[in-house]
């Protein structure tokens, strides 16, 4: 006789080796994939879907280089007038050849989709005109010089021109799903998959597995055990927790990349005094706000041993920053490096400040939004404490810290920023210039930094055509904001990392996106 | 009966009405899901313009008057994120959470009734105290940690069954379901294992202290007295008067079963409304998770009354004095 | 007392308890770190496997797990037992003064208690963390919320069968003032069960609020409970890390185990119909 | 013994019974809610219960006297007894105790049935019989000792029982602890409820006995309630019998065990278990006493009455005098 | 018919061992009613528990032999031992509202005792069930069949169960104080159903109570019980008009009843004493009048009675 246990084994190992299936690749997501509509929400997971089906006048590759996509090239005919040459004999997956229209038809509906909570029409802002010259040819003008329109038009996909006055739910129910991209759609399931086939009329490379399956698996332990367990043959977003131990395995493999996204600390240099959760030493109430003071911001930037966290919290898997982005990024200084961890210095710099003897603070931050965002917290804390800062932490979810820290609950806060179009212009107009809603500066500056001569930097660099010539002024404007006068204290940057099984190999993206054309079969 | 129910619907309205208050303030109050949901690169202007595409521009009495005024109607609002009828994203998610908890409550019932009868049969037996040791023990674990251990063994270190997610759905009655194939159910079995340790060991002791209290009443003795088999006093005359009070017990711990999916679910990836609505709550969705509670409570309140009707149908005491 | 102890098993819960309550109270003294001083936490001792400096191993912060355990220990058990306490006295005083009152009282309170009988615990928790915000009094009033029903329930249903007896109607027929008839006379005999039911919340309690830690939304993370623990060790069990989330959760089980095995022993003692077998 | 029927024309015989019921009733009744209300509109089946326990009674006890209150379970005899000693409120009529309605400490004690339930099991006997007397300011804590040990000793047990718990005693000392606790506040009357039911024969009888003792030592007078008509007839020296909420035939002791003139009273009578009988053949009455809810119309009794006649059905009977100092409500009296 | 010998039953307590039923004996004929007698803690229920094997742990038949209609019943299989239970010997318990399982109707409860021993089909069962309500005098069977327990009155809810234990016409019933519960009126009427049905089937009749004054001028003979042994047994006028044992003199005496006129009643000093700790030679010494040096050793059951000083 069998025992049970034998029996339902061998019951459920029957069953494991028929569910198989060759050429298909499964991929376990970090986060909810949350529409199917590509103009609905911009979010990451939404967007790196949409890459698969649809496609972007102008792709970027890995390091975030702009690479022509559904346009052959752009160029700028004059300071606000952008002719853009459109791929030919791309088709539609439904068969229906790709023109101009198209292109005009998603430029209308991106700025009106209804109910939308995070649209596309921030992007197309700048243009205030669109026209087709002919089929393959768009001309778009814009209000004043916009340098980085290619930068934007990266992020927007082209849907079909009858799809214009497709709903949301159309969306959804695939019915409007039609794209230009290398995969088709298949199956969504709202929380629970998606599920793409090949495109085989695909005007680039062909990809490698004829169908994907998409697991959104949230919980990352969850998914890491998924990968080991060979449910899905790759997964985004390696926790830190594992890496090492996933390096030893002979299973999987692993590929990461610095990313575009910065850890950093922001502090409140906009009130005079009275900021909320500065104290003195002692804990009690303090009148005056040390962190006005550069010199402060600096000797806080002196106390944190970056190396610590990168090695320590984040287990390799972050890179100590000392601006927004990794050099390799256009617009970004080659001066500035990492603070050196320095308690003697800071100790200096603090007493110069008038605070020898330090005073407390309170560090706020987001608990489910960065990775180990609460833990470099803690670390941050813990360093400030040692250096004569005796630091409280206190954690949140994303939903309330946000809401507080725009309200400037905060006097300490560690946030990050993902530099979405690739460029270093996007974290110094969000976090270090000017609050002023007008010219939509300063959205994120929860500290309220200000100084006039990075805003003019910032400003004069937002309108200069010429990449080199901007780059220059980025460049400068950062070593201003960050070097000198330590607006934001730059933690680290996020490494972001993959895993796959073995066989198969992914080139990681800087702006940590999991497409699965690019997953090559490595024998 | 008619009373009961009519009380219990009258009831049923007043708690969906101040569950509908409570939350739609309470949600006001942690934060403002503009923050949440737009882009970080967002300005100013395209953040306004998410609050007016959501209505939360207006002050929130007014939200709340739409929505009281939508929720006559039948809609609960459009989920922020999903940008669709918040009832919609839940009712599509309710299948696989219903399914998870069915094959849990099947698994407890269907273990725990047996395992409890035996111990309360014989309670100075060795097997009785290994299953009530094994029963403080499924008592004090906390479900997540199992939930990965579980994992841990049967799915990476044995490779018997998937890690996570849930199986392939079958259209049944318009509502897509898992597990009536065996591939489906091998999906479902660890997740509701987890589920359901919890709920084993507490049917587990509550069938046993009530086998303890019945055994001693005299109807068992009158019945060994009549010369009934063993089988048919144990099977018969114990076991329907265990039942009358586990049946209330059941029906209660299926609502809670429903709830602590969420923990379940979150950590199989299992696509049921508990992950939706933990999801929801951290990104301040505030239809859905308003709409989730509503949906919820009313079941739990529908399940009581169910509960309460089959009390009354098992127990003839009850019955008569109702109908009298 | 003596009847207790001739349990084996239920004294050994009962001694398990003791211990673990000690430890509790005498952590700040027996623990080798305070591991709620950030300033003490060394970042390059993270992680350390047991033995050596750190007996039980480090976190991910450099903290020593032995402290944290003790600390956290301290955590839950003020947690489980604080909110037991308050909703204890809270609806057992509401649920005896239902049944002694009765009338238009009566029904409305056991129609509230009904209500909260019929929400999950889970999601009421859920959702007055995520509106309160983290911290111990807002974990335990939250709790307290959850639990009060059952004990008012059970206050009221033995005080219903209590009312009836005898000795309360000598009592009234004595002349007692209502009060004293409720705080003398009915109060400690309808506490029994409550006593039972509230080994088991409280236990449920501890579990409860280690169920919102790993769902991010329980204790601040600097100074956390054995179930905040368990869930930032979570992650490192898939990497060998095994200590991390393992000791802290063998503390959980046995601390849990140890209250349902002395709830268990008392449930039986204080069953007049077992009893009298 | 001073009875009046139920007209409350009728004056006491007597210038000043102790106790006096005038016309009592006493029902309880569950009125309908507004959930029940509106179901009744739709045509549901809600029905609306009232229970005539105690209906329209009327009877007084004179210092010292000694009065058997005896029925079945359900006739209301319980009921009646909690009225006597003001724990529950008349819906109509009036009990007047010394001329008062009963309260605080002036009022009949009673003694309880069950000896487990009528103890506080989480008090000690000192406080159990000295919380009243405290509390009312008879003693004060220094003499409470000395108080509650002379209770003890007067009910017979060992004053150094004092710092025991309830549970630590026998079904028959307990017992004693009731009527120790009862006789603290000095009462002058007892009402005995089924007082020696559950106890075993042999503990009955030193139960009785201290009754009696008592009696002669402090003067008091009982109202003493009870099914069983061989403690009532051994101790009463009137008797009430009741039969579903009302009294049907009340008469001195020795006259109504000689002589029973109504026949319910002449139905309990033969069906008690003698032991001097030989042999017997027993020929019961029919049926069982009827649901208070819905009691039969007419006389409560005629359904089972081997005497019953058409108007019995229809018109209940008015308790009349009979006989100097008997009371019977029965049309077979003319 | 019945002839129980030396019967001994003992429980396991907290204070010791306890002897509920101590070197019992006694002989049943057909037909007769026999009358045990005895206060609460008597051990007069574990004796009838005994003879129908219903003794569960912690207690147990120690020794003894209880031999029915010549086969013996201690130490007999449990199958075997069921196969009679119901069948040949029937017993009724005290409490009406527990004995019957309040959620199963009292067709289903009667039905399945026809088929615990007879396969008959099921129109015959609820023929016989029918009969047998009729025969307790129940109006009405074929409704009353169809309700549950709780639809009774504690006196009908006695006769079903006594319905049930003659269905299949047993040799011997044991009634435990199955009028304890009930009002006189009520009780007069089931000792009369009672006494004709025994009359009727021809059934032996243990009647367990602890009111003397029920098995006068019921009862054939008499076995009264103190501490766990019968201290006097006999015929039912001999034992009330001229009792022999201390201890059934002094019961007799104390009932009021018995005494009418008398403004005391006789009582017995002190209290009944544990079963786990009796004490040593004669249990009714303490609290007997004629109490001497002979009564420290156990005394024997002589011509009807245990006793050392017999009365006259």
């Keep these: 006789m069998i025992r049970p246990p034998r029996l339902l084994a061998a019951i459920l190992l029957g069953v494991t080796v028929l569910s198989a299936q060759a050429q298909e690749l499964s991929i376990g997501l970090s986060t909810p994939v949350t529409t199917m509509d590509p103009h609905f929400h911009n979010l990451t997971p939404n967007n790196s879907i949409a890459k698969h089906i649809f496609e972007t006048l102008v792709h970027q590759d890995e390091q975030q280089a702009l690479k022509p996509g559904l346009a052959e090239s752009w160029r700028a005919v004059d300071s606000t007038t952008w002719e853009i040459k459109l791929r030919k004999n791309v088709r539609w997956h439904d068969g229906t050849p790709f023109t101009a229209e198209d292109v005009l038809s998603t430029l209308k509906r991106i700025p009106n989709v209804p109910n939308s909570p995070a649209s596309f029409a921030i992007y197309m802002r700048p243009i205030v005109d669109a026209k087709a010259a002919d089929p393959h040819t768009v001309i778009l003008k814009t209000r004043e010089a916009h340098p980085l329109l290619p930068n934007d038009l990266a992020t927007i996909h082209i849907i079909p021109k009858k799809a214009e006055a497709m709903s949301t739910p159309d969306f959804n129910s695939g019915k409007a799903v039609i794209g230009t991209g290398p995969y088709k759609f298949a199956e969504y399931v709202s929380g629970d998959r998606v599920v793409l086939t090949v495109n085989d009329k695909y005007w680039g490379p062909k990809p490698a597995f004829a169908k994907v399956r998409f697991r959104m698996i949230t919980n990352s332990a969850a998914r890491v055990a998924a990968l080991l367990a060979g449910d899905v043959q790759m997964i985004e977003a390696v926790p830190t927790a594992d890496i090492e131990n996933l390096r030893k395995d002979k299973r999987v493999s692993l590929a990461s990349v610095v990313s575009n996204r910065i850890i950093y600390l922001h502090l409140d240099s906009g009130r005079e005094k009275n900021s909320p959760f500065v104290t003195d030493a002692a804990g009690k109430p303090m009148e005056a706000n040390p962190l006005r003071d550069a010199r402060v911001r600096k000797a806080i930037s002196k106390l944190i041993d970056r190396n610590a966290i990168a090695s320590r919290i984040m287990e390799g898997e972050a890179k100590p920053a000392g601006q927004f982005l990794p050099e390799t990024f256009h617009g970004t200084s080659r001066k500035l490096t990492p603070d050196k961890y320095d308690p003697e210095g800071a100790k200096k710099l603090l007493a110069e400040a008038g605070y020898p003897n330090g005073f407390g603070l309170t560090l706020h931050t987001p608990n489910n939004r960065y990775v180990n965002d609460e833990k470099i917290s803690q670390a941050v804390a813990q360093f400030l404490t040692r250096g004569g800062i005796p630091t409280k932490v206190e954690a949140m979810p994303s939903a309330v810290f946000f809401s507080r820290g725009s309200k400037l609950e905060f006097s300490f806060l560690l946030a990050g920023w993902g530099a979405g179009t690739g460029e270093n212009s996007s974290p110094l107009r969000s976090l270090v210039s000017t609050f002023d809603p007008k010219l939509g500066n300063g959205a994120a500056n929860r500290g309220r930094f200000s100084d006039a001569g990075v805003d003019a930097l910032v400003q004069t660099a937002l309108t200069t055509i010429d990449d080199t010539k901007r780059g220059i002024m980025l460049a400068a404007a950062t070593e201003k904001a960050v070097g000198e006068l330590m607006g934001v204290i730059p933690v680290h940057y996020e490494v972001s990392t993959w895993g796959v099984r073995k066989g198969l190999a992914y080139k990681a993206r800087v702006d940590q996106y999991t497409l699965a054309h690019e997953v090559k079969t490595s024998k | ?324 | 007392m003596k009847e207790f102890l001739s349990n084996r098993i239920a004294a050994t819960g009962l001694a398990m308890l003791m211990v673990v309550i000690a430890i509790a109270l005498f952590a700040p003294w027996i623990s080798p770190q305070n591991p709620y001083d950030l300033g003490k936490l060394d970042l390059m001792d993270s992680r350390l496997e047991p033995g050596g400096k750190y007996l039980l191993g480090t976190d991910g912060q450099g903290r020593d797990m032995l402290s944290a355990i003790f600390y956290g220990l301290r955590v839950s058990l003020l947690v489980g037992a604080a909110s037991g306490v308050i909703a204890l006295t809270l609806g057992g005083l509401l649920g005896v003064l239902a049944a002694y009152v009765g009338g238009r009282f009566e029904s409305i309170l056991m129609r509230i208690v009904d209500i909260q009988l019929g929400f999950p615990a889970i999601l009421v928790a859920l959702i007055l963390i995520a509106v309160l915000g983290k911290g111990v009094d807002k974990i335990i009033f939250a709790l307290v919320c959850v639990q009060w029903a059952y004990y008012a329930r059970t206050a009221r249903s033995a005080a219903l069968v209590e009312r009836g007896k005898e000795y309360m109607e000598a009592a009234r027929g004595l002349g007692l003032s209502r009060t004293r008839i409720v705080l003398k006379h009915l109060l400690p005999n309808a506490s029994p069960p409550l006593i039972v039911v509230g080994t088991v919340q409280v236990a449920h309690a501890i579990a409860l609020e280690a169920t919102l830690s790993f769902l991010g939304l329980g204790l601040p993370a600097t100074e956390p409970s054995l179930g905040l623990l368990i869930a930032n060790g979570y992650e490192y069990l898939l990497s060998g890390k095994y200590w991390i989330s393992m000791y802290p959760g063998v503390a959980l089980l046995l601390t849990i185990l140890a209250i349902n095995l002395v709830g268990d022993q008392l449930r039986d003692q204080l069953n007049p119909r077992l009893s009298r077998a | 013994m001073f009875f009046h029927a139920g007209n409350e024309n009728q004056r006491p015989l007597s210038p000043s019974p102790v106790l006096e019921l005038s016309n009592v009733s006493k029902r309880f009744s569950k009125r309908l809610d507004a959930v029940e209300k509106f179901a009744r509109r739709l045509g549901a089946d809600v029905p609306e219960h009232t229970v005539h326990a105690v209906d329209r009674v009327s009877f007084g006890v004179a210092r010292g006297e000694v009065v058997g209150l005896v029925g079945e379970s359900g006739c209301g005899k319980s009921t009646l007894g909690r009225l006597a000693c003001g724990l529950i409120e008349p819906s109509e009529g009036q009990v007047l105790y010394k001329g008062q309605r009963p309260a605080g400490t002036q009022r009949p004690q009673m003694i309880f049935q069950d000896p487990f339930a009528s103890l506080n099991p989480r008090m000690r006997v000192e406080e159990i019989i000295g919380e009243a007397p405290v509390v009312h300011g008879f003693v004060s804590r220094s003499e409470l000792k000395n108080y509650v040990s002379e209770m003890l000793e007067q009910v017979g047990l060992d004053p150094s029982y004092r710092r025991r718990y309830p549970h630590q005693f026998s079904g028959g000392q307990r017992a004693r602890i009731g009527i120790a606790r009862a006789l603290a506040v000095k009462p002058d009357f007892l009402v005995c409820d089924e007082a020696v039911a559950a106890l075993d024969v042999s503990i009955q009888a030193q139960v009785l006995n201290l009754f009696m003792d008592l009696r002669e030592n402090l003067g008091l007078t009982y109202l003493f309630i009870s099914h069983d008509l061989g403690v009532v007839r051994h101790l009463a020296q009137r008797v009430v019998v009741m039969y579903l909420g009302r009294v049907v035939e009340s008469a001195p002791a020795a006259e109504l065990f000689a002589a029973p003139n109504h026949p319910y009273t002449r139905a309990l009578l033969a069906e008690v278990p003698r032991l001097e009988r030989k042999r017997r053949e027993f020929a019961p009455i029919k049926g069982e006493i009827p649901s208070p809810l819905a009691p039969p119309a007419g006389c409560h009794f005629h359904p089972r009455c081997p005497h019953a006649t058409e108007r019995c059905a229809r018109e209940a009977p008015v308790l009349r005098e009979i006989a100097p100092g008997r009371l019977s409500a029965c049309h077979l009296n003319g | ?312």
Excluded at chain 2, 303 to 317: F, K, Q, T
Aim: charged share 20%; proline share 5%; hydrophobic share 45%.
């Design chain 2, 1 to 324: 009966m008619t009373v009961y129910v009519l009380r219990r619907l009258a009831q049923t309205l007043l708690v969906l009405f101040v569950t509908s208050g409570l939350v739609f303030g309470g949600l006001y109050l942690v934060g403002d899901p503009v923050e949440i949901l737009v882009n970080p690169q967002a300005d100013q202007e395209e953040r306004a313009r998410t609050a007016a595409a959501l209505g939360l521009d207006k002050p929130v009495l007014e939200q709340y008057g739409l929505f009281l005024k939508g929720m006559f109607a039948g809609d609960l609002g459009k989920s922020f994120v999903f940008g669709r009828p918040a009832l919609e994203v839940i009712l599509e998610r309710m299948p696989a959470t219903l399914e998870l908890a069915f094959l849990a409550m099947l698994m407890s019932v269907g273990l725990g009734i047996p395992l409890g009868l035996y111990a309360g049969l014989y309670p100075d037996r060795k097997t009785s105290k290994a299953i009530m040791a094994g029963s403080i023990l499924g008592f004090s674990l906390p479900t997540f940690w199992v939930g990965l251990l579980l994992i841990m063994v049967f799915a990476v270190q044995l490779g018997w069954l998937p890690s996570t997610g849930r199986g392939p759905t079958e259209n049944v009655f318009g509502f897509s379901i898992s597990i009536f194939s065996v591939e489906g159910l091998r999906y479902a079995f660890l997740p509701s294992l987890n589920l359901a340790l919890f709920k084993l060991s507490l049917i587990i002791r509550l069938t046993r202290a009530q086998v303890r209290e019945q055994a001693l009443l005299d109807y068992i003795r009158f019945a060994r007295a009549k010369g009934l088999p063993r089988s048919r006093v144990i099977g018969v005359h114990l076991l329907k008067n265990i039942l009358i009070p586990l049946v209330t017990v059941i029906g209660l711990e299926l609502g809670s079963v429903i709830a602590f999916a969420i923990v379940t679910e979150s950590i199989f990836a299992w696509p049921g409304m508990g992950k939706l609505v933990i999801d929801s709550i951290f990104q301040l969705d505030r239809p859905v998770v308003v709409a989730y509670l509503l949906v919820v409570v009313f079941m739990f309140i529908m399940i009581n009354l169910v509960v309460d009707v089959l009390y009354s149908a098992l127990d003839p005491r009850v019955r008569i004095a109702e109908a009298k």
């Design chain 5, 1 to 312: 018919m019945l002839e129980i010998e030396n019967l001994v039953t003992e429980f396991a307590t907290r204070d010791g061992i306890a002897r509920a039923v101590n070197d019992v004996s006694f002989e049943l004929k057909p037909k007769e009613i026999l009358g045990v007698v005895g206060e609460s803690g008597s051990g007069k229920s574990v004796l009838g528990y005994s003879m129908i094997g219903l003794v569960d742990p912690p207690g147990r038949v120690v020794s003894g032999s209880v031999r029915f209609e010549g086969r013996e019943l201690i130490g007999l299989p449990e199958e075997e031992m069921r196969a009679l239970r119901g069948k040949r010997i029937a017993m009724i318990f005290q409490d009406p509202m527990m004995t019957l399982n309040p959620v199963l109707s009292i067709e289903t409860q009667m039905v399945e005792t026809v088929f615990a021993h007879e396969s008959f089909d099921r129109a015959k069962a609820r023929k016989i069930c029918l009969e047998n309500l009729e025969l307790v005098g129940i109006a009405s069977p074929e409704r009353r069949l169809k309700q549950y327990p709780h639809e009774f009155s504690g006196g009908m809810r006695q006769r079903v169960a006594i319905a049930i234990a003659l269905l299949h016409r047993p040799a011997l019933i044991i009634a435990d104080e199955p009028t304890t519960a009930l009002d006189v009126t009520v009780q007069g009427q089931i000792l009369y159903e009672m006494q004709r049905l025994v009359r009727e089937t021809g059934a032996a009749l243990v009647w367990i109570t602890h009111d003397l004054s029920v098995v006068a001028g019921f009862a054939d003979s008499v076995a009264v019980m103190y501490a766990g042994r019968i201290v006097e047994n006999g015929r039912t006028e001999d034992v009330l008009h001229s009792p022999r044992h201390p201890y059934t003199r002094s019961l007799l005496d104390s009932v009021p009843a018995n005494n009418i006129g008398q403004v005391r009643l006789r009582q017995i000093p002190g209290m009944t004493p544990s079963l786990a700790r009796l004490p040593a030679g004669c249990s009714f010494r303490e609290r007997c009048g004629h109490a001497d040096a002979q009564c420290s050793s156990m005394p024997e059951m002589k011509t009807s009675v245990r006793c050392h000083h017999p009365l006259c």
